[in-house]
């Protein structure tokens, strides 16, 4: 079967980030994947420290990764960029977890700009040999745009997330046949 993972670069209680991925996450075992969600903001990761082997949950987390066929890499935009939290835990990733894995990137933002913060995934997913798909989700305005409840209220945004779920499980179906 089909393993997807998302991964939530948001340590928000109330996060739009992860809302938009369970969204995705969705799509995604609609499309016969079997899914789950690592959310960043609950694991023992320290900072990353390249002389150290594992770190915390680094372990299990890595092993989450690299055993998916598909990841769909969820952050909140930070200084025009992607957060720390996420930084950090891409950092643990190597060639190892990402090669010949689909995956589809999703930027929320709190004003409208997200355009930088999705090109530098796009950038440094391409650099552990990702297959990173066309198809990606930015959403302007998130805490407007996303309900308590966790709803996407735009009925495009809703069906261009649910698409990044779908995409990505296709593609990682044909990169594992």
């Known amino acids: 079967m089909t393993r997807i993972v998302a991964i939530s670069g948001s340590r928000r209680t109330e996060s739009t ?3 938009a991925l369970r969204v995705a996450l969705d799509a995604a075992a609609d499309a016969g994947a079997e899914t789950d ?3 960043l903001g609950t694991v023992d990761l320290p900072l990353y420290h390249p002389d150290e082997d594992a770190q915390g949950d680094s372990e299990r987390l890595t092993r989450l990764v690299r055993e998916a066929d598909g990841v769909l890499a969820g952050t909140p935009v930070y200084h025009g960029s ?3 939290t996420f930084k950090n835990f891409h950092d643990y990733c190597g060639f190892d977890e990402y090669e010949n894995t689909a995956v589809g990137l999703l930027a929320t933002a709190g004003g409208g700009s997200y355009g930088g913060t999705l090109e530098h995934l796009r950038s440094t997913f ?3 040999h990702a297959w990173t798909v066309p198809h990606e989700v930015g959403i302007r305005g998130a805490s407007s745009a996303i309900d308590a409840d966790g709803r996407i209220r735009d009925e495009d945004l809703l069906k261009r997330t649910r698409k990044l779920g779908r995409i990505v499980t296709e593609h990682a179906v044909r990169l594992n046949d």
Do not use: F
């Open 37 to 39: 969600l690592l959310d």
């Open 82 to 84: 992607y957060s720390s």
């Open 17 to 19: 980030t992860r809302a």
């Open 126 to 128: 391409r650099n552990v």
